[in-house]
């Protein structure tokens, strides 16, 4: 990816010693629209205000134990509900930081400095957690199903997982770039390279912690890789 010529307006700060002046350029930051259509089932994952609550508990009591303590009965209905980011306005999204984040992931294919693309990356957000606040990118083209499967959990023993998973959808996403480090074709290229290798959100490709599940992949619109 070229850096492009800096803008001619400039900062000039006083001489450092020697004689050499620095010279700060103001932000040059462009925003490119791109229609995604999802190739893999999405399946979203949000923590419930529940099990929030529960660590906060556990924090309240300390030192003292719960063993012992009984095991209320499961609400599925309510877990898959919980698990949805849902807007202030009653619609679905996924968090804007997980694009982004794929698209920073994605920079490490094209030896792009990832430091340098935390910098100048960003994803504008269609509205916000309802509950929360997190900034969300609208879905669209889809309705969620309640998806019940097996896991295994940390300790080796097994427990039943609910998520809402789209089969179809898709999404608007913004993105909000540094026009002296990336042209508008890089940043098409590098969101291509993140919904084609990286992913969003759980059983993504590029899971932190296994292969993933094929789930979470997009191609842009028009741009089929």
């Known amino acids: 990816m070229a850096r492009k010529a800096s803008a001619a307006v400039a900062l000039a700060a006083a001489p450092l010693p020697g004689g050499t002046v620095v010279t700060i350029t103001p932000p ?47 609400d599925f209905d309510a877990q898959y509900q919980q698990a949805r980011h849902l807007s202030r306005d009653g619609w679905d999204g996924i968090p804007a930081a997980a694009f982004r984040i794929a698209m920073i992931d994605a920079c490490r294919l094209v030896g792009f400095k990832m430091t340098m693309a935390k910098q100048a990356l960003f994803v504008e957000a269609d509205g916000f957690d309802a509950d929360e606040g997190t900034p969300l990118v609208k879905i669209t083209g889809g309705k969620p199903r309640r998806l019940d499967m097996m896991a295994r959990n940390d300790d080796g023993g097994a427990d039943i997982r609910v998520r809402p998973q789209w089969e179809t959808w898709g999404a608007t996403v913004r993105v909000k770039y540094d026009s002296d480090l990336f042209s508008t074709q890089d940043v098409t290229n590098l969101l291509l390279r993140a919904g084609v290798q990286v992913g969003v959100c759980e059983g993504r490709p590029y899971s932190k912690k296994s292969a993933g599940m094929g789930w979470g992949t997009w191609t842009i619109k028009g741009k089929e890789a």
């Open 28 to 74: 040059a930051f462009k925003t490119a629209v791109f229609e995604i259509v999802g190739t893999a089932p999405l399946v979203i994952h949000k923590f419930s205000q529940k099990t929030r609550d529960g660590f906060i508990e556990k924090h309240k009591l300390g030192s003292q134990t719960v063993k012992g303590k009984k095991r209320e009965p499961r």
